[in-house]
Each structure stands twice: as structure tokens, then as C-alpha cells.
């Protein structure tokens, strides 16, 4: 059974940094693409794309709001994935959900979330 625990979210002001990481276990992710939706407060059956990242290659894939202000990676010795997010806007402000899926590419679309975490705030304050 696929379980993805999510860890790192607070309170961060805007300009500033935070790293959100992703304990993954339950299966050999060789196979999978890994990677994180957002849900903003309020607003829980929006389930929007941030990043993703194919565990066997590293290919990647970003939203334009994530390009260039967030960096994926995976640890494959340790199972986890990261998201470093640097340069946090208030619109950043949601709940960050690990999720994972079974292709090996994150191409073209990012990901569907087969599988999910239950997710970590991450507010930011203007």
C-alpha cells in the first residue's frame, strides 16, 4: 500500500523560503512519477498542479506559477521527495498534498493523483 507523509509546512512571510518533503513508502517507486498538488482554504475540490518528477529519470515537470520559484527533487536512498520553495507569494497560501502516480514520466500533463497524502499548510503572510 502506497503511503505518503508530508512534512515542513508553516508560516513563512513573503520572500522567504520553506522546504515541504515527502516520506514515500509501500512500493518500489521505480515505475512512478512523483509530485505535489495545492488546495487553497476554501477552496478543497480545486486540486491544483505544482510539480513533478519521475523517480527512475528526474525528469520534471512545473506549473508556470512554480517555474523558477520551486525545485523538486527526489532522495532516492532515503524514499523521500522535496519541494524547495523559495521566493513564497501569499498566493503560495494552501495545502500542499504529496501525490503519486503509476507512469514513469510526468510528461505531458504532471500528475492525476493516484495516490495521495493528507497534506501540509503552508501559509504565507504579505
Known amino acids: 500500500q502506497v503511503r505518503l507523509v508530508e512534512s515542513g509546512g508553516g508560516l513563512a512571510q513573503a520572500g522567504a523560503s520553506l522546504k515541504l518533503s515527502c516520506a514515500a513508502s509501500g512500493r518500489d517507486f521505480t515505475e512512478y512519477t512523483l509530485g505535489w498538488f495545492r488546495q487553497t482554504p476554501g477552496k478543497e475540490r480545486e486540486r491544483i498542479f505544482v510539480a513533478a518528477m519521475a523517480w527512475k529519470t528526474g525528469e520534471s515537470l512545473y506549473a508556470d506559477s512554480a517555474r523558477g520559484r520551486f525545485t523538486i527533487s527526489i532522495d532516492k536512498s532515503k524514499s523521500t521527495m522535496d519541494l524547495q520553495m523559495d521566493n513564497l507569494k501569499p498566493e503560495d497560501t494552501a495545502i500542499y498534498h504529496c501525490?503519486?502516480?503509476?507512469?514513469?514520466?510526468?510528461?505531458?500533463?504532471?500528475?492525476?493523483?493516484?495516490?495521495w497524502g493528507h497534506g501540509t499548510l503552508v501559509t504565507v503572510s504579505s
Open positions: 501525490a503519486a502516480d503509476l507512469r514513469p514520466s510526468p510528461a505531458p500533463f504532471g500528475l492525476s493523483g493516484d495516490y
